[in-house]
């Protein structure tokens, strides 16, 4: 368990069902695609090297407390991956716009 640094918590105040604070990447090949199984892979080697991918927040009790991250027991990969071919722009937006 660790707090919380100032900056996340200003992100997680500002947050809301309208305006959602996330982060996402797409990545464009050229050449045949990778195997969605391969990428998948790739993933799941680097995300042991970065703790933070695999915790959630713990918001905090009482009016001074601050929220701390907490490892995530239920931390699924494939709910952050994935797959489709679409025209680029289509899909960034697509894929953005989910809650």
């Known amino acids: 368990m660790e707090r919380m640094s100032s900056l996340d918590a200003v992100f997680l105040a500002v947050e809301d069902p309208i305006d ?3 982060m996402g990447s ?3 090949f050229e050449g ?3 195997l969605f199984e391969d990428v998948r892979a790739f993933a799941a080697a680097k995300i042991p090297l970065v703790p933070r991918c695999r915790q959630r927040v ?3 009790s009482g ?3 601050r929220s ?3 490892d ?3 931390f699924d990969l494939d709910d952050h991956l994935r ?4 025209p680029v722009g289509a899909l960034v937006s697509r894929s953005s716009s989910r809650r």
């Open 20 to 22: 959602p604070m996330n």
């Open 26 to 28: 797409v990545a464009i």
């Open 32 to 34: 045949p695609a990778p």
């Open 58 to 60: 713990r918001e905090a």
């Open 63 to 65: 009016l001074f407390g």
């Open 68 to 70: 701390v991250w907490i």
């Open 72 to 74: 995530d027991v239920n």
């Open 83 to 86: 797959r489709a071919s679409l």
